[in-house]
């Protein structure tokens, strides 16, 4: 079963502070991407990676990096934390070059930064 | 601007009735959309998926639509149960490959009470 794994699940961080959201993925996908959800807004892109190596900036990628060191592991980086990146971030795995491009998600990281 | 506009944005249903939830895009081009369930504090899971430019799928209980020359579609729920309270999410994707975006919805917030 298509599995992708977020940690950790909920988190509170400090302004100014550096926080590392992970995540792994057992579906051998290439593509992993990383979103976050507000309240009266779909899910917004931030990063995304088409393979170990690769990070791509999504459509709101000021204020995060990314890092995919492996096939599996998709990581996203808040060097410099601010109230504006309290969220519910979802990190997502997806098959590359089909008709119908398939993705799965984690359960989601609920960060609060204080 | 949003590109993805669903409606209504909530909906209280009795236990039994049928329901239907509609999406409208200006996504373009329109590879394919899909539908998912968000169970409050969950992931997204996707409940179906359309393609053609007139397409039809059934699961179960769901059933949706697809007409790309209107950009629009709908989402069916056929005897609503308890646990089909949840936000219904529409995605448009822009491509078939990893060179895609996902598009993405507010969401419908479906209550169903007994």
New interface residues.
């Given amino acids: 079963e298509a599995a992708?794994t977020q940690s950790p699940r909920n988190k509170v961080a400090v302004t100014g502070g550096k926080v590392t959201l992970s995540c792994n993925q057992t579906n051998n996908h290439?593509?992993m991407?990383w979103?976050r959800q507000d309240t009266?807004?779909?899910?917004?892109?931030i990063h995304y990676s088409?393979g170990a190596g690769s990070t791509e900036k999504g459509d709101i990628p000021d204020g995060y990096k990314a890092s995919r060191p492996s096939q599996e592991n998709f990581s996203l980086i808040l060097e410099l934390a601010t109230p504006s990146q309290t969220s519910v971030y979802?990190c997502?795995s997806?098959v590359?070059?089909?008709?119908?491009?398939?993705?799965?998600?984690?359960?989601?990281t609920r960060l609060t930064v204080v | 601007k949003t590109q993805v506009e669903q409606s209504p944005q909530s909906l209280v249903v009795r236990q039994g009735e049928n329901c239907v939830l509609q999406c409208n895009y200006s996504v373009t081009p329109d590879n394919h959309l899909r539908w998912f369930k968000q169970d409050t504090g969950k992931g997204l899971v996707s409940l179906t998926v359309l393609v053609d430019q007139k397409d039809k799928t059934s699961n179960g209980r769901y059933s949706a639509t697809l007409d790309k020359d209107a950009k629009h579609s709908t989402l069916h729920i056929t005897a609503t149960l308890l646990d089909d309270t949840a936000t219904y999410i529409c995605v448009v994707g822009d491509r078939g490959s990893a060179l895609g975006r996902l598009h993405f919805g507010a969401g419908t917030q479906l209550i169903v009470i007994p």
């Fill in positions: 992708v290439n593509n991407y979103y009266g807004h779909g899910l917004r892109l088409y979802f997502a997806g590359t070059g089909t008709a119908n491009t398939e993705v799965f998600f984690g359960k989601g």
